[in-house]
């Protein structure tokens, strides 16, 4: 992740956590793509407010931040542990049956995430779903608090998936929403399952 972005996320944990919305809408059908009880790894969960509707429907779930302060607020919020883990970190190997990655992968630097989506690809178990949600856009810059966006177009997002590995496009829809600077942003939310190579 963008440097600069990280520390603000680590120095603003707690107004961030206080200002963190409901729960994705998305999250339910995400859910049911998932077989009862699956492993899901939850990337960049923030306040938990995720997290907390996964385990409250009975997941295994691995839940991780890059902000070792938002880990600690999440995991209190929560009572189930949260892993200080940047992108980069991620080893692991056909261990999940989800990745749940909601408006977190739109800060990793453009010529990065092809790398990010690689190692997802290989921490998911075959057929595994992954979500993600990006701002759209036509090439990176920073917000007004100076958080880096990698702000994607369709296109490029599907050339740099189908170069981390092979997927099939199972959604891919767009929706607004309000950022934490109080502007607008349009999203772009993607849901992939890992095929067979």
């Not at 958080?147 to 891919?172: C, F, I, K, M, V």
Request: charged content about 20%.
């Amino acid at each position: 992740m963008d440097e600069t972005t990280l520390q603000f996320y680590r120095q603003n944990a707690q107004s961030y956590a206080d200002w963190a919305k409901a729960p994705s809408t998305r999250l339910k059908g995400f859910l049911a793509l998932l077989p009862p009880g699956g492993a899901i790894l939850e990337l960049g969960c923030g306040a938990g407010n995720h997290a907390a509707v996964m385990l409250a429907e009975g997941f295994s779930l691995r839940a991780t931040d890059g902000s070792p302060e938002m880990a600690e607020i999440a995991s209190q919020r929560l009572g189930h542990p949260v892993e200080a883990m940047r992108f980069d970190q991620l080893d692991a190997q056909q261990a999940y049956d989800g990745v749940w990655a909601s408006a977190c992968l739109l800060h990793v630097p453009r010529e990065e995430l092809a790398g990010i989506l690689k190692r997802v690809h290989r921490a998911l178990k075959p057929s595994g779903v992954f979500y993600a949600s990006y701002k759209m856009g036509e090439g990176d810059g920073r917000d007004s608090l100076g958080r880096y966006y990698n702000y994607a177009s369709p296109e490029w997002l599907e050339a740099t998936y189908a170069s981390a590995g092979p997927w099939t496009t199972l959604t891919s829809e767009t929706s607004v929403i309000q950022s934490f600077d109080q502007t607008p942003a349009n999203m772009l939310n993607l849901v992939v399952r890992k095929s067979a190579g």
